[in-house]
């Protein structure tokens, strides 16, 4: 009798969650990524996203000076960190060689502040970029293949907050750009924490508050995650 009653009481509960999940809409993600870091506004972007309750995934560089402690800073208060590349020059595109140099110099000083290798990277330029032309014609073709035989996924965004369109541009510009994956359920929105951009700090909040009050959940990469892939130009 106990059994019987144990295997009504399963069913019950298997078509109520059956009934639930008809119901349940699919999770609004949001994914806030920034890259060029770190530099005297990380730290500030670390404060307002602690105020907030949410992660970030920063794409670090080697060009951080004093500020390079924030890549630890940021690993530590539980943000993802990414490689971006060691110095940001795009010559590093004129082999598979100097790319992978520069890519081991950034890995090298990511262990160093994490204690552990990242297996995300994202391009300088993105895996879209034409400038690598200059320098080696179908090198992304190679390398956005090469990345993944040599276990890294590669992350591109399908919302750009525009804040690389200038030096800084205006903070108003930059929320309404970021605005614009509203129709997404799934955002990784592209944003830079390098020295220029105080007017990206200043809009953070404001891009914070309009995609909570629209039900997404902030998370950060890992390998499995939607890698919002560009077409390859190069
Ligand atoms: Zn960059």
Same mark, same amino acid.
């Given at each position: ?36 870091? *770190? ?84 391009? *300088? ?110």
């Amino acid at each position: 009798m106990k059994k019987v009653l144990f295997s009504i009481m399963v069913c019950f509960l298997c078509l109520g969650m059956g009934i639930s999940n008809v119901g349940a809409k699919k999770e609004k993600v949001i994914y806030l990524t920034f890259d060029d870091g *770190p530099s005297k506004n990380t730290p500030k972007v670390l404060k307002i996203l602690d105020q907030y309750k949410v992660k970030a995934t920063f794409f670090v560089t080697g060009n951080g000076g004093k500020y390079t402690k924030y890549i630890g800073e940021a690993f530590n208060a539980g943000h993802k960190i990414g490689a971006h590349t060691y110095t940001h020059n795009y010559k590093i595109y004129k082999s598979k060689k100097s790319y992978y140099k520069d890519l081991n110099k950034i890995q090298n000083l990511i262990v160093k502040q994490t204690g552990q290798k990242t297996d995300i990277i994202r391009f *300088p330029g993105g895996s879209s970029n034409t400038v690598s032309r200059h320098y080696k014609k179908g090198i992304m073709k190679k390398l956005t293949k090469d990345v993944r035989k040599k276990g890294y996924q590669y992350f591109d965004w399908n919302v750009s907050s525009g804040d690389a369109a200038s030096v800084n541009p205006k903070t108003s510009r930059i929320v309404k750009n970021a605005k614009k994956g509203k129709s997404k359920n799934t955002i990784v929105l592209l944003m830079h924490d390098s020295k220029p951009k105080t007017h990206t700090v200043k809009a953070l909040p404001k891009i914070i508050k309009y995609y909570k009050k629209k039900g997404y959940v902030f998370k950060t990469l890992d390998i499995n995650s939607y890698a919002a892939h560009h077409p390859v130009n190069n």
